[in-house]
């Protein structure tokens, strides 16, 4: 069976280039950077490399750079950060369409005392920057705002944001696990002070993360420990994975140009295609500025997750923005806060590509989902359930 993914933003496949640069450090180089010894020595320059790559792709200062094991440690980590350096502070302004790494943790810090600002947004997702202006307060420890979002691709004007962030003092951390990679980020000319990135995301294996930390950030690690990462991270490093993260952002910088524009095309083409040939259906942010490779696209009166299994059932994996909870299948969060329609929100997919897809790939899921979609139409409870309502109310 012919197979497609186009799942890319929930992780992506590890390239050839950077398995090859990580094997060495699991197998000879197994050394701890730490040790006092030649076995250390290997290991050590290949963190620092590492470093230099990471820091080039974002344009900050290898001295800047932190490792972590992920997106979500690098996240919860700049946020109880500014908590911890600001103990008299103890709000958090953040935004109701973040990824659960930063929402969850809010909710979490809510219970245990802090107040926290969840900024709406407007159906194409943005945000109101009057609102975020006037949200920010002399007990605002941090502004976290993401990048891009990783289910609707819609990318923040971070910039603009970050102006007026700083115009307050305040601190600015940007989760930018979808972003890195696939926008050009140049953090010497910007005003974000601390940034989450994720490996898996820029073909690097999964569990391995870094942090952007301004240089005279204040900073409390989050996990404690050795004093590995100049004392901002306990741990000893995963040398393999941090080599992989490497390598993976050099193979981003080198991709870059070429990358973006050819998905945004298999991404626009996929959209036109759908939108012409399937009644009732309708792009999620269409309107906004977004990530070039990702597409959420909603079908009136059917299921994400019955399209999902029937896409996997033809090969093509892609993803739903409903939580399958107890039971009942709730909209994303994401959805709901953009206000996108009961009867769309449920049916919504995410396709997201990468450099690995092809230009036909776009054929074949068309071809595939056109007859999915009306299939499921003509069995569909909501239809009928909708129909039947609006037929009473009349
Ligand atoms: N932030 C965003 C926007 C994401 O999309 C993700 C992962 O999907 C994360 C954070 C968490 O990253 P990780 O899976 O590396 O913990």
């Not at 369409?97 to 107040?115: R, S, T």
């Not at 941090?242 to 080198?254: D, F, P």
């Not at 090969?315 to 769309?344: D, K, N, Q, W």
Request: hydrophobic fraction near 40%; charged fraction near 25%; glycine fraction near 8%.
């Amino acid at each position: 069976m012919r197979t497609v993914y186009v799942d890319n933003n929930a992780t992506t496949a590890v390239a050839p280039e950077v398995l090859d640069a990580m094997v060495p450090f699991l197998k000879e180089h197994y050394g701890n950077p730490s040790s006092m010894h030649l076995f250390a020595v290997e290991p050590q320059e290949a963190v620092a490399r590492a470093r230099e790559q990471v820091a080039h792709l974002l344009g900050a200062d290898p001295s800047e750079i932190v490792f972590t094991s992920c997106g979500s440690e690098s996240d919860n980590a700049a946020i109880r950060s500014a908590l911890e350096t600001q103990p008299f502070k103890r709000h958090i302004v953040t935004t109701k369409v973040e990824h659960a790494a930063v929402l969850g943790l809010c909710k979490q810090l809510q219970l245990n005392g802090c107040q926290v600002t969840f900024l709406s947004v407007d159906g194409e997702g943005r945000l109101d920057l009057k609102e975020l202006e006037e949200a920010i307060t002399d007990q605002t420890a941090i502004v976290s705002i993401m990048y891009a979002n990783n289910e609707t691709g819609i990318v923040n004007p971070i910039e603009e944001i970050g102006r007026i962030v700083k115009s307050k003092g305040v601190l600015f951390h940007s989760d930018a696990v979808q972003a890195v990679g696939k926008l050009p980020i140049d953090l010497a000319e910007s005003t974000i002070d601390v940034l989450s990135m994720s490996g898996h995301k820029l073909h690097a294996p999964k569990g391995i993360g870094a942090l952007y930390i301004r240089r005279g950030t204040r900073w409390s690690p989050f996990l404690v420990g050795g004093h590995q990462e100049h004392g901002r991270r306990g741990g000893t490093e995963n040398v393999p994975y941090i080599v992989a993260l490497g390598r993976a952002c050099e193979l981003a910088e080198q991709h870059l140009g070429a990358d973006a524009p050819r998905e945004r095309k298999m991404r626009d083409r996929l959209e036109k295609e759908l939108l012409t040939r399937i009644p009732d259906s309708r792009v999620n942010g269409g309107w906004a500025e977004r990530l070039p490779n990702t597409l959420s696209i909603c079908f009136e009166f059917v299921e994400g997750e019955a399209i999902l299994l029937l896409l996997s059932q033809s090969g093509i994996a892609a993803s739903s923005g409903s939580a399958c909870t107890s039971g009942s299948l709730e909209p994303s969060h994401v959805l709901r806060a953009m206000g996108v329609p009961f009867t769309y929100a449920h049916g919504s997919v995410r396709f997201s590509f990468s450099r690995y897809n092809q230009d036909d790939d776009v054929d074949y899921i068309t071809d595939t989902l056109v007859p999915i979609i009306k299939r499921l139409r003509e069995i569909s409870p909501f239809k009928r359930q909708v129909n039947t309502s609006a037929a009473r109310a009349k």
